[in-house]
Every structure is written in C-alpha cells, then in structure tokens.
C-alpha cells in the first residue's frame, strides 16, 4: 500500500516569512496529492491540491509543487500570517478512493 | 457547497455503554464516507470505508464487531462503538467523497469528542 512521509514535524517562522512542508509517497501510480489544514479540535480543511498531470498549482499564498520522478511534493505558504498556525495534513491516494495521511507538521507563525 | 455534518460534536458516556456518532452530507450524495480516528497530537487514522447499501470494508487492526459501520443512504452513516473502554476516548472523524466529481477529494465533518469514563 502507499507509504506517506511528512517533514519537518514541526515548523516555526516569523511572520511573513516562508514555510515548507515536504511530503513523500511511495505509489509511483498515485495521481493526486491534497493538503489539509487542521486547526485545534476542528475539522481537516482541504486546501490546495494537485494532481499528476501538472508540476505546479498556486492559489494566492499557497501553492503545491509535485516531482512525480522523485515521488515527492510540497507545500509552500508565502508571507506567513499568525493565522497560517495550525497542523499541516499531506495525502496520497491509495485503492478504493481512500487516502493515506502524513503524520503532519505543526506550523507556528510567530508575530 | 459539499458541508458534511456529524452529531454529536461530543459525547461522555461510562465504560460498556454503547454510542453512536452519525456523519450526514447535507447538500450532496456521498459516493463513499469514511471514518477515521485521531488521538492528541497524531495523524488521521482511517479505521473503515463505507459504501452505501454494502458492508464497511475495515482497516488492519481495527475490529469490525466492536465498530459497527451502517451506510443507509447516499447522505449517511453511522458508526456505533460498542462495549467503550477507556482506551476507546478520541476524536471520531468522518468523511465523504462527493458523488458527482473526482473520486478523492474528501469532505470532512467537523469531528465527534468520544469520552469514556
């Protein structure tokens, strides 16, 4: 089955500062790569995606790059706000529509 | 559009009761909802997939008998933790696939606090 690897842990950055995440899988057939945002006791909040098809998606501050020969993509957050603090959730396609998590990444953004 | 539900948002029950924690989409037909369990600080942990009018496919390690998965209709399930021990306390999270679009994107719920005392 896919294997989903998620680094750093945790990630600290000053405000307006940059943050990435990187994340590895192991399923060289996967085909899509979401990323999930999860503040304290609520629920994940998909935030960007990609899929196989394209290198790169960007959405205002965010954007996800994928390297489909190195079986890795990443999450980049520009000018980093308090608000951008929370846990960071990487994903892999498995069969059966399910998704495999990586362990995520706790952002804090110091102001 | 595609806002999933669940009730309750928490639950206290004693140890050896049984409780059930139901996940609805409310403005679309879930081709397949999925329960995952998340202790403090870790991941998310896909415990089953469940499809409408079919029986809930389990993940490795996780028991059928003591999680029962029902999928009744294309906008709900329910998941019941019989016998709750202790060690059963997490955070219960559902998800859907929306039935009309690309297979993976999932849809959270907003989560069910399962205490047990």
């Known amino acids: 089955g896919e294997n989903v690897e998620q680094h750093p842990s945790t990630l600290s950055v000053q405000e307006g500062d940059s943050a990435v995440i990187k994340c590895t899988y192991s399923?060289?057939?996967?085909?899509?790569f979401p990323w999930y945002k999860q503040e304290l006791g609520k629920r994940p909040q998909l935030i960007i995606d990609?899929?196989?098809?394209?290198g790169e998606k960007k959405d205002q501050r965010i954007a996800v790059t994928l390297n489909k020969t190195a079986k890795h993509f990443s999450l980049h957050i520009t000018e980093t706000q308090p608000e951008d603090s929370a846990v960071y959730f990487c994903?892999?396609?498995?069969?059966?529509?399910?998704?495999?998590f990586g362990a995520g990444t706790i952002l804090r953004v110091k102001s | 559009g595609a806002v999933v539900s669940q009730h309750p948002s928490w639950v206290i029950c004693k140890s050896g009761t049984s409780v059930k924690i139901e996940c609805r989409s409310l403005?679309?037909?879930?081709?397949?909802m999925f329960w995952y369990r998340q202790f403090p600080k870790q991941s998310l942990m896909l415990m089953a997939t469940?499809?409408?009018?079919?029986?809930?496919?389990?993940e490795q390690g996780v028991e059928k008998d003591k999680f029962l998965i029902n999928h009744a209709s294309l906008t709900l399930s329910t998941l019941t933790v019989t016998s709750a021990h202790p060690e059963d306390s997490s955070f219960y999270i559902c998800?859907?696939?929306?039935?009309?679009?690309?297979?993976?994107?999932?849809?959270f719920g907003p989560g069910t606090r399962l205490t047990v005392t």
């Open positions: 998800s859907a696939n929306h039935r009309s679009i690309l297979s993976y994107e999932q849809y």
């Open positions: 399923d060289s057939a996967s085909n899509y």
């Open positions: 990609i899929r196989s098809n394209v």
């Open positions: 994903a892999a396609p498995e069969y059966g529509n399910k998704l495999v």
């Open positions: 403005d679309f037909q879930a081709t397949t």
């Open positions: 469940s499809n409408e009018g079919s029986k809930a496919t389990y």
